[in-house]
């Protein structure tokens, strides 16, 4: 096992049961930590990557945020290399403190990813400015963005 130069593990129930740690998985962790390329994996769509590096840290694990994966990790990353700047808000809060909180802050646009949108590879996203909420691919949500976006640059034209 040993001659294996990458290992991805679970989380919760492989490095830790809530907030005990498994002492013989961080022990190997540690033991192997210059070797082996450790990468760390929640399907928790509701912990932003920094929750897990904290706690891996807490725990003697040198965890940094490109060692985390989770959903939305690749999906942040889709929204960022198309030009989109984005914020992950994964406070414990309620739903629609989340949604007063984006609309506080002018944030044109919310998505949200939870175990169904997963399930069936999809992006749920609401247009603060019309309420108009939306489920398509990663890819088809960019270009709605995006477009969303073009049309409310355009600004009106004065008229005398």
């Not at 907030?19 to 930590?33: A, M, S």
């Not at 990468?39 to 965890?63: E, Q």
Request: hydrophobic residues 40%; aromatic residues 8%; positive net charge.
């Amino acid at each position: 096992m040993l001659n294996k130069k990458c290992f991805v593990l679970d989380l919760d129930g492989t490095v830790y049961l809530g907030d005990i740690p498994i002492q013989e998985t961080v022990d190997f962790i540690l033991r192997h930590w210059d070797t082996i390329d450790f990468h760390f994996l929640s399907n928790n769509t509701s912990k932003a990557p920094t929750t897990y590096v904290n706690k891996l840290t807490r725990m003697g694990i040198p965890a940094t945020l490109d060692r985390i994966l989770s959903p939305v990790t690749p999906l942040i990353a889709h929204l960022r290399g198309n030009g989109i700047r984005t914020q992950l808000h994964c406070e414990e809060k309620k739903f629609k403190q989340k949604i007063a909180y984006a609309d506080k802050l002018g944030i044109p646009y919310v998505i949200f990813l939870g175990e169904d949108e997963i399930s069936a590879g999809v992006v749920a996203c609401k247009d603060m400015a019309t309420g108009e909420q939306t489920k398509l691919e990663p890819a088809a949500t960019v270009y709605r963005i995006k477009a969303g976006l073009a049309e409310r640059e355009k600004g009106t034209v004065i008229q005398k």
